[in-house]
């Protein structure tokens, strides 16, 4: 019905780049804020950066600076530029959307939904 599929995860050097990718389907469903939260071995789930339908932006304390959270509405894609990463970055990077219903009978339904992750870990 909704899915969120995330990519992008890997291995990278302390200092390196990656992007990572949360692609939204569900035909009946439009997608208000979508985020990026991680979750390191031993500690709990965080939030990193969400972004509203308008492209408001808002990030942890932690990665400001460093990454940036984007989204394109036409695809229903958000994305997450990071740059500068840290042994402190190395995660599981979740995304999650707040949909609405928008056809049918979906219309009205409000769902929070969560992709499966992508581990992001960051070596020195």
């Known amino acids: 019905q909704v899915q969120l599929v995330e990519s992008g995860g890997g291995l990278v050097q302390v200092g390196g780049s990656l992007r990572l990718s949360c692609a939204a389907s569900?035909?009946?469903?439009?997608?208000?804020?979508m985020y990026w939260y991680r979750q390191a071995p031993g500690k709990e789930r965080e939030l990193v950066a969400a972004i509203s339908h308008g492209g408001s932006t808002n990030y942890a304390d932690s990665v400001q600076g460093r990454f940036t959270i984007s989204r394109d509405n036409a695809k229903n894609t958000v994305y997450l530029q990071m740059h500068s990463l840290k042994p402190e970055d190395t995660a599981a990077y979740y995304c999650?959307?707040?949909?609405?219903?928008?056809?049918?009978?979906?219309?009205?339904?409000?769902?929070?939904?969560w992709g499966q992750g992508t581990l992001v870990t960051v070596s020195s």
């Open positions: 999650k959307a707040n949909a609405v219903g928008t056809t049918g009978r979906d219309a009205g339904r409000f769902l929070e939904v």
């Open positions: 569900g035909s009946t469903f439009s997608f208000n804020t």
